[in-house]
């Protein structure tokens, strides 16, 4: 395994190391409620330096939903560069279907989704069908009332049986709710999974996430671009993956983990427990 991450107090000490940022939007910049203003502070000053932010989410919805929700917690558009969400990757992909997993779906599918969203659909070649007759499932979101994964058994073995495909526009794994932590999308994709379900993921960690946002940023240098997030399995380990400067930000998924922590580079790599998802550095929140 790597060296221990480096811990820093501010994120303008590493500033000289990159001129691309992608940020994590849960956990850097808010969890469930407003922007935090150190953050939205940060955001300036990143701005001011001649950085370009590209907000980087794992939401099933599609990228304009995600600028709208960003502005009304108190984050406007003209603070940042972009924002690439993994609904809007999968929209894009299954709009174009030139690559995989978007070349191996049909056109019936069954949508499960967060507040009956529909955006991730939306203008596409697709009907969409119960369960009994789809193609393939699109899991986009979860509302907090179907986050038992338990209580899709029957109906998931019944679609795996059938040969029913998913394609999961979001693999984190929990979700920030007024309620606490609950299960996200990927817990279900996973369950599918156990279920004996074929399932491709769409957002990060996956690589076609990363090669989205680099082409977004005009086929940046990886090694000039930093991965700012609060999570190891995803932000971390898709950063690394990609061959992207890593950033993690302590207070967010894994604070029960290594808020107060004796000996915080020791808490991460135990963590991390791989080199593929040890952070190049640790910060407890997102401050210039």
Known sequence: MRASAV????????????????????????????????????????????????VLSNSGKRSADNVTRLAKVGLASEAYDGLLSSGEVTWRGLRDRNS????????????????????VVGGLDLEVVALEAADFILLSGLDDDQTDVGAWRERFAAAVARNVSMLCA????????????LPAPGALAQFYENLGGTVAYVGKPHR????????????????RVVMIGDSLDHDILG????????????????REALVG??????SIQRLAGSEARMPHWAIDRLVW
Do not use: W
């Not at 590493?14 to 502070?41: K, M, N, S, T």
């Not at 979001?170 to 932590?181: A, E």
């Not at 076609?208 to 090694?223: E, I, K, R, T």
């Open 261 to 266: 922590a004796a000996d915080l580079p020791a």
């Open 100 to 119: 995989v997993p978007f070349t191996q779906v049909g056109r019936r599918c069954f949508v499960i989704s967060r507040d009956a969203d529909r955006g």
């Open 208 to 223: 076609v996430m990363f090669d989205a946002a680099l082409q977004a940023l005009g086929n940046a240098d990886p090694q």
């Open 7 to 54: 811990e820093i107090d501010a994120l303008s000490a590493i500033a000289d190391r990159f001129d691309h940022v992608l940020l994590d939007q849960y956990g850097p910049l808010r969890l469930d409620g407003d922007v935090f203003p150190a953050a939205r502070d940060c955001v300036a000053a990143l701005r001011a330096q001649g950085k370009t932010i590209l």
């Open 239 to 254: 950063g690394r993956g990609a061959g992207i400067l890593t950033l993690l930000i302590t207070s967010g998924v894994h």
């Open 170 to 181: 979001n693999p984190d794994l929990t979700m920030f709710t007024p309620s606490g932590l």
